[in-house]
């Protein structure tokens, strides 16, 4: 019995040592992302009419004579340009990165003229998987328990959900986000648990993970100031007075790139935003916006266009995009007009926000379907494998705004006491992560706020994309730091241990 | 009750059929064409040139069927009575053997319009060719009383020596020192020739009583004042004072607008509908709009008889009556389009394409209605710079025309609107007057206008100025499941406990913080003691 007993043991620590929980974790993922989205008949997004905005500036089209699905099925193979390409890009964007870099594999690898989405795929794996393998390794690190593994598992049951995998196959820049904000949040997580001797590495992964983050997409633009917060806990570092200048002029940098990719916006896409706002936002949740319109100052026959999308899925009463609409509407109107009507109709706005909370959990794209043609699937029909997470989450979350915000405050309560216990211990890990926490917190509360005013509820589920993602972080961050004790306190490997 | 059913089912089918029959008649004896182009020409523009002939032959009863010489299959053109070619593009040939071949030996109607007109051809219409170079033309009558100057032509083929039987379309004046006439429209039997095609002015008049002419369809219409691109987002108030001008000048006119489908209930949309009714009791008509098209694929058919049915439907409940569709020439070259929305009516008016016409299933098989109107710009009218000012003329149409003008947006354009109608010397048309009966079907209900009467599913019925009364229904609400209503609970229950919670934590901070203080004070106090 006790010889069993000591075999199991050492079984047990050639695991450890062959297969320490980050890597299991990277490997569970890279089978189930892998299954997912190489092995076919493959899986992926349909798509919603917005691929246009990543395809033509790279040099990718819709191959000719084939039926293009928009919503229904997703499609695997596209053209690429062979002569000059007349497409310039529609607006400031990290994306054209990824797309480059898949193209240029699948040059190298696959055809010149054809263009297969798995090698986008490819590109978008390999960086997930970097990301999972480095926020797992600093959820775990550096207790060498068994319970490591539980949060090693609990990692790939979030996010190697295949609502997050399903997006690798797809022109939209969600999978570079979610990659990247891993890899910030592990930078700064990393560098407070002293994972490595020097610091720099860590601190430049998130200073360009956070700028292709906040670069990626228009939208992303106020994210910068959540991350400003999260720098912020870097002015603490210790022995770090020298650089603490460098630091600063990382955060300009980081700000500067958020109002570039806020400025740089095509006049197109402020127009569609503007649009949007109007007949998504200020038009919906109230029973006849008629009156209220006339009273702010606009013609109230445009009541009428309740929920109209700025280019017509089908058909419209008239052309949003046209010049009628964008002289006697759209200059009637701006941002701070949204402001003020929502902060005197409050009633109308919470509404809105708890439309926005009910969406927050369900990241799957339920509008585009996930299969090819031809595979016997229906149109739009949904992947079910390896979906646990995003179901059960979107469908027991609350839905308030309200309970959001209270979630906020309760978490930054908590991981308050872990920043000043370890303020006056000196140490630096619980400093650091507060900031962590307190940005992401900053994402929670405020990009639904945001997405209502710039966009009303159009694109919602999509809109709010990093929501999802940052509270999957800190409720993982959570249990991981109530198993290995270093809730309140920094870890300590001796009281750990008892 | 069941025996009314009965009754009601066997008129319901003898109607029915009489209708499929009449409509197998009138398709028998509508003429039926082939209108092959070399070149949509998109570069300059001329894409519009084919669009303006198609619904110039749908307004004269033609049944057209467009295609691209290049897609010409041998053969095809013996299902047709008449072929009509057109060169957008005559700096190329066309290739198509088989379509040159088949040309050359029809026996039916041929028209000819623009460059590289076929020795064949020209001795078809017995006459000569004469080519012009570098010319000012000016296009008139006989007798110079209308005269259009044209645009500087670079090259244009014109026949002489015409046969004795030759009938002639206005003539070309070239400002050399001999001022030769040539003639621009040449109809010889049943073969015609138009050395260029304009989509407006003189020389679309009198392209269309050629065409008219060629295919058996001579009348005289008087043009219907129509005011387009009205949409429930118009300065409304415009609109009305405009409608009262109009019916203070006791000129007829109609409207072409679109509308919603939904948010009845609104203020905006009963304000609208208001205005539109006043429309109809101050001798105004309503044409429904076809709506704007957005990304359509071939499966849009069903959405869009359900969005047609809706908009119908909503006005008809308040008391708006369209007497017809008004559409964009091209939705009669689709399936979807036609089969889906334009054939709920019996009368359409047929507009100008967009810059980008997006098709859902394009197939170029045009049909006719029985009453088609071809919709002319009126500033294409009022060109008093190059000529004669054909507004003030007050020229009859050869076909059933109406001559459009932009909803207004602002007093200054009103003004501006009503300056220019004065200009024009036309005898309106009067729908009020007219025998025959619009009729526009849509899901269940049917309303019809004859002789100043709207029908409603064909009784006579009056509009009321004032709004009607709507049977509110009771709100549908959607069915709650019970899980929905569980998670509901779930979520203010959870806010609630929440709040408690806190609420708890707070009072046990301070009361902790209170304790801990006391420890020091009572240990303070015991040793003092």
Same mark, same amino acid.
């Given at each position: 019995m006790k010889k069993w007993k000591r075999r199991l043991m050492i079984a047990a620590t050639k695991f450890e040592r062959l297969m320490p929980p980050p890597l299991l974790a990277t490997l569970l993922c890279a089978i189930l992302a892998g299954v997912l989205i190489f092995v076919p008949p493959i899986n992926g997004l349909a798509d919603n009419g917005d691929y246009y905005r990543a395809m033509y500036s790279n040099g990718i089209y819709k191959l000719l004579g084939t039926h293009y699905n928009y919503f229904d099925f997703v499609t695997q193979k596209y053209g690429l340009m062979k002569?000059?390409?007349?497409?310039?890009?529609?607006?400031?964007?990290?994306?054209? !990165?990824?797309?480059?870099?898949?193209?240029?594999? $699948?040059?190298?690898?696959?055809?010149?003229t054809v263009f297969d989405i798995r090698f986008m795929g490819l590109v978008n794996?390999?960086?997930?998987?970097?990301?999972?393998?480095?926020?797992?390794?600093?959820?775990?690190?550096?207790?060498?328990?068994?319970? $490591?593994?539980?949060?090693?598992?609990?990692?790939?049951?979030?996010?190697?959900?295949?609502?997050?995998?399903?997006?690798?196959?797809?022109?939209?820049?969600?999978?570079?986000?979610?990659s990247m904000t891993l890899y910030s949040f592990a930078a700064i997580l990393l560098l407070a648990r002293h994972r490595y001797r020097h610091r720099w590495p860590?601190?430049?992964?998130?200073?360009?993970?956070?700028?292709?983050?906040?670069?990626?997409?228009?939208?992303?633009?106020?994210?910068?100031?959540?991350?400003?917060?999260?720098?912020?806990?870097?002015l603490f570092l210790p022995n770090f007075k020298s650089q603490r200048l460098y630091l600063i002029v990382g955060m300009g940098l980081l700000l500067i790139t958020g109002g570039l990719t806020y400025k740089l916006i095509g006049s197109s896409f402020t127009q569609i935003n503007t649009y949007q706002t109007f007949s998504h936002g200020v038009l919906t949740q109230t029973d006849d916006p008629s009156k209220t319109l006339r009273q702010n100052g606009i013609d109230e026959q445009y009541a009428l266009m309740k929920s109209q999308d700025y280019y017509a899925k089908q058909f419209a009463t008239i052309n949003a995009s046209g010049k009628y609409v964008q002289k006697n509407l759209l200059t009637k109107y701006d941002f701070v007009w949204v402001v003020k009507y929502y902060m005197t109709h409050l009633k109308q706005f919470g509404r809105l926000l708890d439309l926005a909370s009910a969406d927050v959990m369900i990241t799957q794209v339920k509008a585009v379907g996930d299969y090819l043609p031809n595979v016997g699937a229906k149109a739009g029909q949904q992947v079910t494998f390896f979906t646990g997470f995003s179901s059960i989450a979107g469908a027991f979350f609350p839905q308030k705004f309200a309970f959001n915000c209270l979630l906020a405050v309760a978490l930054v309560m908590v991981y308050a006491v872990g920043f000043y216990n370890d303020l006056k211990q000196h140490q630096i890990e619980g400093v650091l992560r507060f900031f962590l926490v307190l940005g992401l917190l900053s994402m929670f509360i405020f990009v639904p706020i945001i997405s209502i005013v710039g966009d009303g509820d159009a694109d919602l589920a999509k809109h709010i994309f990093m929501v999802p993602v940052s509270i999957d972080l800190i409720f993982i961050l959570f249990v991981s730091d109530i198993l290995n004790h270093r809730l309140w306190h920094a870890y300590d490997e001796g009281q750990a241990t008892k | 009750m069941k025996r009314v059913k009965l009754w009601l089912l066997a008129v319901i089918s003898l109607v029915s059929f009489s209708c499929v029959s009449m409509l197998t008649v009138q398709a028998a004896s509508t003429p039926r064409v082939l209108f092959v182009y070399d070149s949509q020409n998109v570069a300059d523009n001329d894409q519009q040139k084919i669009a303006a002939i198609q619904r110039l032959l749908t307004a004269a009863q033609v049944r057209v069927t467009t295609t691209a010489a290049a897609d010409y299959h041998a053969g095809t053109l013996t299902k047709y009575q008449g072929v009509i070619t057109m060169i957008n593009w005559p700096q190329t040939t066309i290739n198509n053997q088989a379509f040159n071949r088949d040309q050359r030996r029809f026996k039916g109607s041929r028209l000819h319009i623009g460059q590289n007109l076929t020795a064949m051809e020209a001795t078809a219409l017995g006459g000569q060719r004469v080519k012009l170079y570098h010319q000012q033309l000016t296009l008139q009558n006989q007798s110079a009383k209308i005269h259009q100057l044209l645009p500087f032509s670079e090259t244009m083929t014109t026949l002489t020596q015409l046969p004795a039987k030759a009938r002639t379309f206005g003539w070309l004046k070239a400002q050399s020192v001999d001022q030769r006439l040539y003639p621009y429209g040449t109809l010889v039997g049943n073969q015609g020739y138009l050395p260029y095609f304009s989509t407006g002015g003189y020389s679309f008049i009198l392209a269309a009583q050629l065409i008219g002419q060629l295919?058996?369809?001579?009348?005289?219409? =008087?043009?219907?004042?129509?005011?387009?691109?009205?949409?429930?987002?118009?300065?409304?108030?415009?609109?009305?004072?405009?409608?009262?001008? !109009?019916? =203070?000048?006791?000129?007829?006119?109609?409207?072409?607008?679109?509308?919603?489908?939904?948010?009845?209930?609104?203020?905006?949309?009963q304000?609208?509908?208001?205005?539109?009714? !006043?429309?109809?009791?101050?001798?105004?008509?309503?044409?429904?709009?076809?709506?704007?098209?957005?990304?359509?694929?071939?499966?849009?058919?069903?959405?869009?008889?359900?969005?047609m049915t809706a908009y119908l439907i909503q006005f008809a409940q308040n008391q708006v009556f369209p007497v017809g569709i008004s559409t964009s020439a091209y939705w009669n070259q689709d399936q979807v389009y036609r089969d889906n929305a334009l054939t709920k009516a019996n009368q359409i008016l047929w507009l100008p394409d967009p810059a980008t016409p997006v098709y859902a299933k394009q197939d170029n098989q045009a049909r006719t209605f029985d009453r088609s109107i071809y919709g002319l710009p009126a500033s294409s009218l009022a060109t008093v710079k190059q000529g004669s000012d054909l507004g003030k003329l007050g020229l009859d149409f050869p076909i059933p025309t109406a001559v459009t003008m932009t909803m207004p947006n602002s007093e200054r354009s009103l003004h501006d609107l009503i300056r220019r109608l004065k200009r024009l010397n036309y005898q309106w048309f009067n729908p009020a007057l007219a025998d025959t009966k619009t009729e526009i079907t849509s899901g269940t209900a049917s309303f019809g206008y004859q002789q100043g009467t709207y029908f409603l599913n064909g009784h006579p019925t009056t509009i009321n100025t004032s709004a009607t009364k709507l049977k509110t229904l009771a709100k549908v609400?959607?069915?709650?499941?019970?899980?929905?209503?569980?998670?509901?609970?779930?979520?203010?229950?959870?806010?609630v406990f929440f709040l408690l919670a806190f609420a708890v934590f707070v009072g046990f901070i301070l009361l902790g913080r209170r304790v801990y203080l006391n420890m020091f004070k009572n240990k303070s106090g015991g040793k003092s003691k």
């Amino acid at each position: 019995m006790k010889k069993w007993k000591r075999r199991l043991m050492i079984a047990a620590t050639k695991f450890e040592r062959l297969m320490p929980p980050p890597l299991l974790a990277t490997l569970l993922c890279a089978i189930l992302a892998g299954v997912l989205i190489f092995v076919p008949p493959i899986n992926g997004l349909a798509d919603n009419g917005d691929y246009y905005r990543a395809m033509y500036s790279n040099g990718i089209y819709k191959l000719l004579g084939t039926h293009y699905n928009y919503f229904d099925f997703v499609t695997q193979k596209y053209g690429l340009m062979k002569y000059y390409n007349e497409y310039s890009s529609v607006n400031f964007s990290s994306q054209p !990165l990824f797309v480059k870099l898949a193209i240029g594999l $699948n040059k190298l690898f696959y055809s010149k003229t054809v263009f297969d989405i798995r090698f986008m795929g490819l590109v978008n794996y390999v960086f997930y998987l970097g990301s999972i393998y480095l926020v797992t390794d600093a959820f775990t690190y550096p207790a060498k328990r068994w319970r $490591n593994y539980l949060i090693a598992l609990l990692v790939v049951f979030v996010f190697g959900d295949s609502s997050f995998t399903l997006y690798f196959n797809s022109f939209f820049a969600e999978p570079q986000m979610l990659s990247m904000t891993l890899y910030s949040f592990a930078a700064i997580l990393l560098l407070a648990r002293h994972r490595y001797r020097h610091r720099w590495p860590l601190i430049i992964l998130f200073g360009v993970s956070t700028v292709l983050l906040i670069s990626s997409k228009s939208q992303n633009a106020p994210i910068a100031l959540s991350y400003i917060v999260v720098a912020m806990g870097l002015l603490f570092l210790p022995n770090f007075k020298s650089q603490r200048l460098y630091l600063i002029v990382g955060m300009g940098l980081l700000l500067i790139t958020g109002g570039l990719t806020y400025k740089l916006i095509g006049s197109s896409f402020t127009q569609i935003n503007t649009y949007q706002t109007f007949s998504h936002g200020v038009l919906t949740q109230t029973d006849d916006p008629s009156k209220t319109l006339r009273q702010n100052g606009i013609d109230e026959q445009y009541a009428l266009m309740k929920s109209q999308d700025y280019y017509a899925k089908q058909f419209a009463t008239i052309n949003a995009s046209g010049k009628y609409v964008q002289k006697n509407l759209l200059t009637k109107y701006d941002f701070v007009w949204v402001v003020k009507y929502y902060m005197t109709h409050l009633k109308q706005f919470g509404r809105l926000l708890d439309l926005a909370s009910a969406d927050v959990m369900i990241t799957q794209v339920k509008a585009v379907g996930d299969y090819l043609p031809n595979v016997g699937a229906k149109a739009g029909q949904q992947v079910t494998f390896f979906t646990g997470f995003s179901s059960i989450a979107g469908a027991f979350f609350p839905q308030k705004f309200a309970f959001n915000c209270l979630l906020a405050v309760a978490l930054v309560m908590v991981y308050a006491v872990g920043f000043y216990n370890d303020l006056k211990q000196h140490q630096i890990e619980g400093v650091l992560r507060f900031f962590l926490v307190l940005g992401l917190l900053s994402m929670f509360i405020f990009v639904p706020i945001i997405s209502i005013v710039g966009d009303g509820d159009a694109d919602l589920a999509k809109h709010i994309f990093m929501v999802p993602v940052s509270i999957d972080l800190i409720f993982i961050l959570f249990v991981s730091d109530i198993l290995n004790h270093r809730l309140w306190h920094a870890y300590d490997e001796g009281q750990a241990t008892k | 009750m069941k025996r009314v059913k009965l009754w009601l089912l066997a008129v319901i089918s003898l109607v029915s059929f009489s209708c499929v029959s009449m409509l197998t008649v009138q398709a028998a004896s509508t003429p039926r064409v082939l209108f092959v182009y070399d070149s949509q020409n998109v570069a300059d523009n001329d894409q519009q040139k084919i669009a303006a002939i198609q619904r110039l032959l749908t307004a004269a009863q033609v049944r057209v069927t467009t295609t691209a010489a290049a897609d010409y299959h041998a053969g095809t053109l013996t299902k047709y009575q008449g072929v009509i070619t057109m060169i957008n593009w005559p700096q190329t040939t066309i290739n198509n053997q088989a379509f040159n071949r088949d040309q050359r030996r029809f026996k039916g109607s041929r028209l000819h319009i623009g460059q590289n007109l076929t020795a064949m051809e020209a001795t078809a219409l017995g006459g000569q060719r004469v080519k012009l170079y570098h010319q000012q033309l000016t296009l008139q009558n006989q007798s110079a009383k209308i005269h259009q100057l044209l645009p500087f032509s670079e090259t244009m083929t014109t026949l002489t020596q015409l046969p004795a039987k030759a009938r002639t379309f206005g003539w070309l004046k070239a400002q050399s020192v001999d001022q030769r006439l040539y003639p621009y429209g040449t109809l010889v039997g049943n073969q015609g020739y138009l050395p260029y095609f304009s989509t407006g002015g003189y020389s679309f008049i009198l392209a269309a009583q050629l065409i008219g002419q060629l295919f058996g369809q001579t009348g005289h219409y =008087q043009p219907l004042l129509t005011i387009t691109k009205v949409t429930p987002y118009s300065n409304l108030t415009v609109l009305n004072q405009l409608s009262k001008r !109009l019916y =203070q000048a006791g000129i007829p006119f109609a409207v072409s607008t679109t509308t919603v489908g939904d948010n009845a209930h609104f203020k905006a949309y009963q304000r609208f509908v208001k205005v539109l009714r !006043l429309i109809e009791n101050r001798g105004g008509v309503i044409f429904l709009k076809t709506p704007v098209v957005g990304g359509v694929t071939v499966s849009s058919g069903p959405g869009l008889d359900r969005l047609m049915t809706a908009y119908l439907i909503q006005f008809a409940q308040n008391q708006v009556f369209p007497v017809g569709i008004s559409t964009s020439a091209y939705w009669n070259q689709d399936q979807v389009y036609r089969d889906n929305a334009l054939t709920k009516a019996n009368q359409i008016l047929w507009l100008p394409d967009p810059a980008t016409p997006v098709y859902a299933k394009q197939d170029n098989q045009a049909r006719t209605f029985d009453r088609s109107i071809y919709g002319l710009p009126a500033s294409s009218l009022a060109t008093v710079k190059q000529g004669s000012d054909l507004g003030k003329l007050g020229l009859d149409f050869p076909i059933p025309t109406a001559v459009t003008m932009t909803m207004p947006n602002s007093e200054r354009s009103l003004h501006d609107l009503i300056r220019r109608l004065k200009r024009l010397n036309y005898q309106w048309f009067n729908p009020a007057l007219a025998d025959t009966k619009t009729e526009i079907t849509s899901g269940t209900a049917s309303f019809g206008y004859q002789q100043g009467t709207y029908f409603l599913n064909g009784h006579p019925t009056t509009i009321n100025t004032s709004a009607t009364k709507l049977k509110t229904l009771a709100k549908v609400k959607p069915e709650e499941i019970w899980v929905n209503r569980f998670f509901k609970a779930q979520g203010k229950f959870l806010l609630v406990f929440f709040l408690l919670a806190f609420a708890v934590f707070v009072g046990f901070i301070l009361l902790g913080r209170r304790v801990y203080l006391n420890m020091f004070k009572n240990k303070s106090g015991g040793k003092s003691k």
